[in-house]
């Protein structure tokens, strides 16, 4: 039997394939991102893309909710600030905000999260989430704290 490795990760992930299979791997957490079926496609504290289906993630009028362009926004940008911050520190939003710019009623979506400042204290990323025809469908930018003086210490204060 072999044994899940403890969450969170204490090292560092820079391989996107590795990212991808280690928060996909069996008895691995629930997560928001994996409820919603996000799925990353490329991983570095510079750059990241991932991809969400609309089916799933609908508003009341059959469109996508802008809180999950949000949601894929922000998984995006904390798992690109935690990348810069290294392993077994973490990373929290404390900021976010959107611009929702057309409806999308079907497919998948991509976000692409584009760093705009990696620094000790904070990082900035904007987000464009593009429909399967490359339109945007929402723009957001967050700044999360890779608090790099802190390290992950589960159930500790």
Not at 50 to 59: D, I, L, S
Not at 65 to 71: C, D, I, N, T
Not at 82 to 111: C, E, K, P, Q, S
Request: contains cysteine.
């Amino acid at each position: 039997m072999t044994e899940t490795p403890a969450f969170p990760r204490q090292e560092p992930i820079t391989d996107p394939d590795e990212l991808a299979r280690w928060i996909s791997r069996p008895g691995a957490p629930e997560t928001l991102a994996a409820r919603m079926g996000i799925k990353l496609l490329e991983a570095s504290p510079h750059r990241l893309v991932g991809t969400m289906p609309v089916a799933g993630n609908k508003q009341l009028y059959g469109l996508l909710h802008g809180g999950a362009s949000v949601v894929l926004a922000e998984t995006l940008g904390s798992i690109g600030a935690a990348l810069h911050a290294g392993g077994g520190h973490i990373a929290l939003g404390v900021d976010i905000n959107a611009t929702h710019h057309r409806a999308v009623r079907g497919g998948i979506v991509t976000g692409v999260a584009t760093a705009l400042n990696l620094g000790p204290a904070t990082a900035s990323y904007d987000v464009a989430v593009l429909d399967e025809a490359g339109n945007r469908t929402c723009t957001a930018r967050i700044t999360v704290t890779p608090n790099t003086s802190q390290r992950m210490q589960r159930g500790k204060k």
